[in-house]
């Protein structure tokens, strides 16, 4: 697991940087300026989804599958063709969108203010798709240091850059001021393009000296199409869902009697403040699932489903110790901390629902990237369209008579459906059957006991004359002390929480004769 710890410190350092940067950039922008910028975000998602969600898993997973074969000439050929099919893919889609961007911004984002952020989405869309897919190399194959630290000098450079353009050019305009920020982005994704570019040649060597017979680019383009085409397909279909309900939402607020300023405002506040923050305790699921998945890819090619189950219920038990606390302790005392860092109270409407739902939201997360590894990435993508079709549904009932909280109570029955539902194809897939006390009875208590016992201590805290944000901080540590005690108290810390001990690693299989004796019988492969 010393891939997930190096995963998780530098996703921690990533969303902590990403974290001061938004609370920097809200502060000089406003609530209605990051509203702007949140309702370009679906139309970059979209692009992503349709050019390269698929194949960036599909990077991944191939990777893993050749370097377990010792075909290095392959694994060039996998990073050429996905390139090639990328490039191929966001031709179209990016010459419309400049030709159109007046249009969609005035008639699908409903505010003509985001046609320069439209415009300036397409070098960072190319930049980006040509950044992901040699990073996926590196997570494939287990060599995360290079990706990981990419991953946190980027972030900083966004920041710096962003916050930099913002800050100097001082736009006159809300548009001017969204086209800068998504110019900083475009800015650090050229550097972001040339470092992979660099690093992914530099680890597999001078082309003329790779070892392996390769494979014909017909094979490759049937491989990365078999794993792309559902994962992009369902990836497009749930980004359209999403992307609706975001743009729906103001529109809806604007029914429910808000002017439409106002209603960019609260959407700004929700989707820019409240929930980055409680995606905060997150950054190690990131982490987690890009080890996990091709992991679980070189266990299925060497049919070994012990080993997938061992390395599914670490990784939901990490998951779950991790992630409740967390969001429950965020849930009491992310009011105060979100109203001191955004200097804006209505950070913490509607938090403790949607930290329920963020954490439904994680398990569904943690559950596709498992049923991706085991070649499930079918019924995952179904599972996660059917639970944005429920939110879409929701949101159009619920937003226009009762606000941000009729999406907070959209957001997450959707999540607890996907879950739910998700978790039974996992438990079906690989014989697993669910430990509910390690699992779940124990963080739960433990989080119900460290969250009350926290927001008491915040009461106190600030009676005794300490500022709402200290006073915060002074609860959540509290409470993450009497949270590790509980675990301790109830037999579920690290030596009584139920999970297996660690296994050995998949070893890859480097005589490819010995490679088809042992995969024949197998049912996942690309």
């Known amino acids: 697991m010393a891939s997930v710890a190096l995963l998780t410190v530098t996703g921690i350092l990533s969303q902590a940087v990403g974290f001061a940067y938004r609370v920097g950039l809200t502060r000089l922008a406003g609530a209605e300026i990051m509203g702007l910028y949140q309702l370009i975000l679906p139309v970059y998602s979209i692009l992503l989804s349709l ?6 898993t599909g990077v991944s997973n191939l990777s893993a599958w050749y370097q377990a074969l010792g075909d290095r000439r392959a694994i060039w050929q996998v990073r050429g063709q ?9 031709a179209l889609p990016c010459i419309l969108l400049l030709l159109f961007s007046d249009a969609v911004s005035v008639y699908l984002l409903g505010d003509a203010r985001t046609r320069l952020g439209l415009m300036l989405l397409v070098p960072c869309l190319l930049l980006t798709g040509v950044e992901n897919l040699q990073k996926h190399y590196f997570y494939g194959t287990g060599r995360v240091f290079p990706a990981a630290m990419t991953e946190l000098a980027e972030m900083v ?69 078999r794993i792309a085409a559902p994962l992009g397909a369902a990836a497009l279909l749930g980004n359209l869902i999403s992307s ?14 808000m002017d439409q300023n106002q209603a960019v405002a609260v959407y700004g506040v929700t989707f820019g403040m409240t929930l980055p923050m409680l995606l905060l305790p997150t950054a190690f699921l990131s982490a987690l699932g890009l ?8 266990c299925s090619a060497l049919n070994d489903r012990g080993e997938i189950r061992r390395q599914v219920s670490r990784s939901v038990g990490l998951a779950n110790l991790i992630l409740i606390p967390a969001l429950a302790l965020l849930a009491v005392s992310g009011p105060a901390i979100g109203a001191a860092l955004y200097a804006d109270a209505r950070v913490g409407d509607h938090l403790p629902l949607l930290a329920l739902g963020v954490l439904f939201s ?36 619920l937003v226009s008579g009762r606000g941000m909280q009729g999406y907070a109570f959209a957001f997450t029955l959707s999540a607890v459906l996907g879950a739910a539902l998700s978790w039974r194809v996992v438990a079906r897939e690989i014989g697993l059957s669910l430990p509910v006390f390690p699992w ?37 540590g509290f409470g993450l002390l009497l949270y590790l005690a509980a675990l301790q108290a109830l037999g579920a810390g690290t030596k009584g929480s139920g999970l297996p001990p660690p296994a050995s690693p998949c070893h890859p299989v480097k005589n490819s004769v010995q490679w088809q004796k042992r995969t024949t019988t197998g049912r996942h492969r690309p």
């Not at 080890?291 to 070189?298: D, E, F, R, W, Y």
């Not at 990435?377 to 879409?392: C, H, R």
């Not at 201590?457 to 600030?462: H, N, R, S």
């Open 244 to 257: 609706a309900n975001a743009v729906l939402i103001p529109r809806l607020l604007v029914s429910g009697g």
């Open 362 to 397: 994680c398990w569904q997360t943690l559950c596709a990237a498992i049923l991706s590894g085991v070649g499930r990435q079918g019924a995952a993508a179904g599972i996660a369209l059917a639970a944005d079709g429920v939110q879409l549904v929701l949101t159009c009932l």
């Open 82 to 90: 996905a390139i090639r099919l990328f490039f191929l893919l966001a």
């Open 51 to 56: 050019t390269s969600v698929g194949l960036t």
């Open 440 to 476: 779940f009875t124990a963080p739960v208590l433990s989080a119900c006991l460290a969250a009350t016992c926290g927001d008491l201590m915040e009461t106190v805290l600030q009676r005794s004359g300490l500022s709402p944000c200290a006073a915060a901080l002074g609860g959540l």
């Open 157 to 225: 450079l966004r920041a710096t850059l962003v916050l930099s353009l913002v800050k100097g050019l001082s736009p006159a305009t809300a548009e001017g001021v969204v086209g800068a920020i998504v110019l900083g982005m475009a800015l650090c994704e050229i550097a972001s393009a040339v470092t992979q570019t660099v690093l992914f040649r530099h680890a597999l060597g001078p082309k003329s000296r790779l070892t392996g017979p390769g494979t014909t680019s017909q094979v490759l383009r049937g491989k990365l199409g």
């Open 291 to 298: 080890v996990l998945t091709p992991k679980l890819s070189q």
